[in-house]
């Protein structure tokens, strides 16, 4: 995460309220399941950076970002993500599924994602909600376009948080 980025999920911390949280499962689009990093050269037609490659695979990626944005906002270290290794309590359970996640260098990125919050004990879904973010890349390079992506996330997270405390605050 940029700093950036971690100076707006901190000004974001939502509540002091430590819950436990399984997060998972997180899908994301098939084009996306590569090394390499994927943009748009217009809307039908995917590019892909032959040497711009992700450190590791963008869905463990994207699980520990919002994973690590998630244990921030909610003051919480009692997280779990999918797949369940261990028997942990959980709470509530947040899956998520991206649509779209993709845009053009220099212009603007999409995360388009349909999110659910579960509570555990009763496996009703609490909310179903779709985020649809637009984050500029700014420049025409793929630091800004992965900065673009981090910001994106951040702003779900915020979403996330937001419905979570809702929930809380009611119960």
């Known amino acids: ?4 980025t971690r100076s707006e999920v901190k000004s974001a911390k939502v509540k002091n309220t430590p819950i436990a949280l399984g997060i998972g499962p997180v899908e994301i689009p098939e084009y996306l399941c590569r090394p390499q990093i994927v943009t ?3 809307d039908s037609v995917i590019q892909i ?3 711009d490659r992700w450190a590791e695979p963008l869905k463990s990626n994207i699980l520990r970002v919002i994973t690590e944005n ?3 906002l909610l003051n919480t270290n ?13 709470e509530y359970q947040i899956g ?3 649509l779209r996640f993709d845009g053009k260098l220099g212009n603007d990125l999409f995360l388009n994602t349909l999110w659910r919050i579960v509570d555990s004990k009763t496996t009703k879904s609490l ?3 779709r985020s649809e973010i637009r984050e500029p890349t700014k420049l025409s390079d ?3 376009f992965v900065n673009a992506q981090n910001r994106a996330l951040a702003t779900l997270c915020k979403e996330i948080a937001v419905a979570l405390n809702t929930i809380i605050e009611t119960r």
């Open 1 to 4: 995460m940029d700093k950036e």
């Open 40 to 42: 748009m050269l217009d």
């Open 49 to 51: 950076a032959e040497f």
């Open 70 to 72: 998630l244990s921030y």
């Open 78 to 90: 009692q997280i779990t993500t999918f797949p369940w290794k261990n028997s942990l309590p959980k």
């Open 96 to 98: 998520i599924k991206l």
């Open 127 to 129: 909310v179903i909600e």
């Open 142 to 144: 793929y630091k800004s």
